[in-house]
């Protein structure tokens, strides 16, 4: 069965104090774009060197400067809003999330300072004030999604408050809803991950921030989806006309619940390939097909690899197990070795939410095709792309 469907209000936009700070901040915004001349928008042409055969060095075409009113600094519509799922977001806005990543990798490999995005400038004079506040509450062990989350509001001149379930109130029996309106209070952005599906929609539904999901349960992952597209875009070059293979704990993998939905915005086939009992949710693949997605489920990794351009690998998520036996029948079907990769093309790559246990040999990632770690570095991008456009700065 799906997971509920909670409706949750629309936060009024933050309230704008001296359009005139707003107005220099994207103008700095404007000026630093045009000076790097970086990316463009909509999806990238396909390369003739892609990374695949070492990093591209060549020129990319210019990105149409941002425009320094407020107005064409949030026409992408999320500024202000919550983002709980991939469901619901346009080519457009995608494309808006992905130029703005790209950029914002450009300014950092350049070392170009953006800590100026988050922070407002004092009327009248050259001095920063404090930048903005994200609040980060994990229900849930994280490395690579809190991390990222922390490192993309610092490099833009934000900050973070951490709320620890282990030292606060939870551990008295504080509610969900009760400890979101409490943080939503203190900053101006609150990412959340929590085990039960539905729960950030629940918190989403109290608090006066806008909320990001990190991840809820076995439901969704919205924003390592989109770091995902962003992978495949920056590996191959475009996203369309590519066979995607996703393998392992399908039936739990929240990553790949929000990446096949949002890969329905692109003409692409999917294919599935997971242990008995742990197949793709009906409800995903009937979204799928109701979007004109081809997809085919495989019991053979080896049948499913060689016309394969993105193979997707999942662990077997322990966590979710009733019990050990369970979990150790799951385990060990399908793993990816420099032998196994003989069979696939030599132009496609491998990517993995991580951590990964034993479903990639570590022999394998000297590979050029072995993406995941180039992979989780982007998250970091696209989560600044994403801070920055929710909080109105982009």
């Known amino acids: 069965m799906p997971p509920p469907t909670v409706t949750t209000p629309q936060l009024a936009s933050p309230s704008w104090k001296g359009a005139q700070n707003i107005h220099r901040t994207s103008e700095l915004y404007s000026e630093m774009l045009m000076e790097l001349g970086v990316g463009d928008f909509g999806e990238r042409k396909e390369r003739p060197a892609s990374r695949l055969k070492g990093r ?180 191959i070059g475009t996203v369309n006309g590519l066979i995607i293979t996703m393998v392992g704990d399908l039936k739990h993998g929240r990553t790949v619940h929000s990446l096949a939905r949002l890969l329905t915005l692109y003409n692409v086939q999917l294919r599935y390939v997971s242990p008995p009992g742990l197949g793709m949710p009906d409800y995903i693949t009937q979204f799928a097909t109701s979007q004109g997605i081809h997809q085919e489920e495989f019991n053979s990794l080896e049948a499913a690899l060689p016309d394969t351009d993105v193979l997707y690998m999942t662990r077997i998520q322990k966590e979710r197990f009733v019990t050990l036996e369970d979990y150790e029948r799951a385990c060990g079907h399908f793993i990816v070795t420099p032998h196994l990769m003989t069979r696939a093309k030599r132009r496609m790559i491998v990517l993995h939410p991580l951590p990964r246990n034993q479903e990639i040999s570590t022999e394998f990632d000297t590979d050029p095709r072995a993406a995941y770690f180039r992979q989780a570095e982007g998250g970091m991008y696209v989560r600044m792309a994403l801070l920055a456009m929710v909080l109105g700065k982009c």
């Open 56 to 235: 591209d060095t060549s020129p990319v075409r210019p990105l149409p400067a941002i425009p320094s009113g407020l107005p064409g600094v949030t026409s992408h519509g999320l500024q202000g809003e919550h983002f709980l799922s991939v469901q619901g977001l346009s080519k457009d806005q995608l494309n808006h999330i992905f130029n703005l990543a790209q950029t914002f990798r450009v300014c950092i490999n350049k070392e170009r300072p953006l800590e100026h995005i988050l922070k407002a400038l004092k009327t009248g004079m050259a001095k920063l004030l404090e930048g903005k506040l994200m609040a980060l509450m994990f229900y849930e062990v994280s490395t690579r999604t809190h991390c990222s989350f922390q490192a993309a509001i610092q490099r833009l001149g934000g900050r973070t408050v951490t709320m620890d379930t282990n030292t606060s109130s939870v551990k008295k029996g504080e509610s969900l809803e009760d400890s979101v309106m409490m943080m939503s209070g203190y900053a101006d952005v609150v990412v959340i991950r929590h085990p039960e599906p539905g729960a950030v929609a629940r918190a989403a539904a109290v608090s006066r921030r806008p909320v990001i999901n990190a991840g809820d349960g076995v439901g969704e992952h919205p924003t390592q989806a989109l770091l995902d597209v962003f992978a495949i875009r920056e590996e």
